[in-house]
């Protein structure tokens, strides 16, 4: 029956919005790439406005988490610019959650295990370079847990993800995420939600609402499984689920501008609690 599968989208949308405002926040997991920082200025730290909203929230209590796929780069620029009051208090889930530190900790002195798994896969794509522009493989990375390939470096990008999935995915031990400007190349059980649960630890209530924003929701995007959660809020890409990954602000504002907004409206309450002030963004009709 056509009728019985149709999803009222106004019904799933005044859904979300109650959710929001319902919850009182004690943590948050952000994404870096796309979200904390544009794609394109991944490289520049985070703009000052920003900096400042997260020192607001450290000091009212909110515990913060980074979700990213990259690894110790997006550290750096934090503690470049973040307050070192703060570095102890703030959870680093490096390489898509691979590896959880402090911000404190510089994972260049304390690097994570190599895996056999990835070794494995790195060897693979060594050894074709036929699947990469010019024959060259300089755009790979190797964590020792991930490995990570530029979506610019390869020649077919949609048959890169279907050979993948053919000859690794089967197995169970690897899947593959994508980001704006990478692929991702991961254990099976590495998965940003682990940041999420560790923020939970930290709290000493794993049914703690935690607000978690990325960019990359949509179906192998990194954050697809971060923005499933029931208060996950997208800054760009969207998915087919439709009661979780909405956007706040559609297509008109996105990255870091929509996440300063939403890190603005996280506001103590008369209780000394911290809300969302939903009614003041606006979200996808």
């Not at 730290?45 to 988490?65: K, S, T, V």
Request: hydrophobic share 40%; glycine share 10%.
């Amino acid at each position: 029956d056509p009728k019985a599968s149709t999803v009222d989208m106004v019904a799933e949308e005044i859904a979300v919005r109650d959710r929001l405002r319902a919850a009182t926040f004690r943590g948050i997991v952000l994404d870096y790439d796309g979200t904390v920082v544009t794609t394109e200025g991944r490289y520049d730290p985070p703009r000052h406005e920003i900096i400042a909203e997260l020192e607001r929230l450290l000091d009212q209590g909110l515990i913060f988490a980074f979700a990213t796929g990259r690894g110790g780069s997006a550290g750096e620029q934090l503690r470049g610019h973040l307050s070192e009051r703060h570095h102890r208090n703030v959870l680093m889930g490096y390489y898509n959650g691979a590896y959880l530190r402090p911000l404190n900790v510089d994972i260049r002195q304390d690097p994570p295990p190599r895996d056999a798994s990835i070794a494995t896969v790195l060897d693979w794509l060594r050894s074709r370079p036929e699947l990469f522009l010019d024959g060259g493989i300089e755009g790979i990375k190797d964590s020792g847990v991930q490995a990570t390939v530029e979506i610019g470096r390869i020649r077919n990008p949609e048959s890169f993800v279907a050979l993948f999935g053919s000859i690794f995915a089967a197995d169970g031990r690897l899947r593959l995420t994508r980001s704006q400007h990478s692929f991702d190349i991961c254990r099976i059980d590495t998965c940003k939600t682990k940041v999420v649960r560790a923020v939970a630890e930290i709290l000493g209530d794993t049914s703690a609402p935690i607000l978690c924003v990325g960019d990359s929701g949509q179906r192998l995007g990194n954050d697809h499984a971060l923005l499933g959660l029931p208060y996950g809020v997208s800054v760009r890409h969207v998915s087919d689920r439709a009661d979780v990954c909405w956007s706040l602000f559609g297509s008109t504002l996105t990255g870091p501008d929509a996440l300063l907004r939403i890190l603005r409206a996280l506001r103590n309450d008369r209780s000394g609690q911290i809300r969302l002030a939903v009614d003041e963004l606006a979200l996808d009709a």
